[in-house]
């Protein structure tokens, strides 16, 4: 029997290497081509078919994965954004607050800071709430500012810890101010029921060019001189009125107002 296997050893040995020999020689091309064109397809089909099977196996098996991750990355993001947000927040307060600090810094004027909680809806007022009060010695009439001296509103009501402001552009709103011009004329700021802010009763005499900047003239008790409150965007100067007028762009957005300060002394 081991007889037997030595000799089929033998010769595939023999075989094997008369093969290699033909090959080398080139006397096996006549069979290697029809051989070549069997198992070439045969070979290409059994490894396409492989792949396929290992990328769906790999997809099945690291679908859950993939969809942890994906949620995980939103996650991450809406943080990130929420994050953001805050930071922006913060920045514009910090801002916000070293305006108002360097303007009392350069200014004797005593001050309560407060924070703006609401604002009014009606459409004929415009208001805003603050969180100080009569706790914090807030009287009606003392003037609102924002960052470096900016007028916003002058305090219309006050109650224990909130009180109502009356924005500049407010209808009932009526200030007295200067314009910063050769002639520094007087006048009168006006709001328009939120849609404009005017300054009336200006000699017809004196010369009010657009980009002149407006200032509380210090004739009110309560407000000390030299607020800014505006710039000239429009001079109307009627032949057949008495008095000319100007249309002003506000100093400070009153729409986005988050922190304010209240003078409560000159």
């Keep these: ?42 070979s290409t ?6 792949l396929s099977f290992q990328d769906s196996f790999d997809y099945f098996s690291k679908k859950d994965t993939v969809i942890n991750n994906y949620n995980a990355c939103i996650a991450d993001n809406q943080n990130l954004e929420a994050t953001n947000a805050k930071l922006k927040n913060l920045e514009q307060e ?23 909680v609401g604002r009014n809806t009606d ?19 003392q003037p609102v500012i924002t960052g470096a001296g900016l ?11 909130i009180s109502m402001v009356r924005l500049i552009n407010d209808n009932q709103s009526k200030i007295a101010a ?3 011009n050769r002639d520094k004329s007087l006048g009168v700021v006006e709001g328009g029921y939120g849609l404009s802010i005017r300054m009336n009763f200006i000699p017809r005499n004196e ?5 002149d ?26 032949a057949y009125q008495p008095f000319q007028q100007a249309v002003l762009t506000a100093a400070a957005d009153l729409s986005k107002l988050s922190i304010v300060s209240v003078l409560t002394s000159n």
């Design 1 to 42: 029997m081991l007889q037997l296997k030595t000799k089929n050893y033998f010769f595939l040995v023999l075989i094997l290497s008369l093969l290699i020999i033909f090959h080398y020689l080139g006397w096996m091309r006549f069979a290697e081509k029809p051989i070549q064109s069997i198992l070439i397809p045969i």
């Design 45 to 50: 089909r059994i490894t396409t078919w492989r």
């Design 94 to 116: 910090n801002t916000e607050l070293r305006g108002q600090l360097n303007f009392f810094n350069e200014r004797k004027f005593g001050k309560v800071t407060a924070e703006v």
């Design 123 to 141: 459409s004929l007022e415009k208001m805003i709430i603050i969180n100080i009060g009569e706790l914090s010695n807030i009287k009606v009439g």
């Design 151 to 161: 007028l916003v509103g002058t305090v219309a009501k006050v109650e224990k810890d």
């Design 178 to 180: 200067t314009i910063l």
């Design 207 to 211: 010369t009010v060019l657009v980009g």
């Design 213 to 238: 900047k407006i200032v509380t003239s210090g004739l009110e008790k309560t407000f000390p001189r030299g607020l800014l409150i505006g710039e000239v965007a429009v001079a109307e100067n009627e």
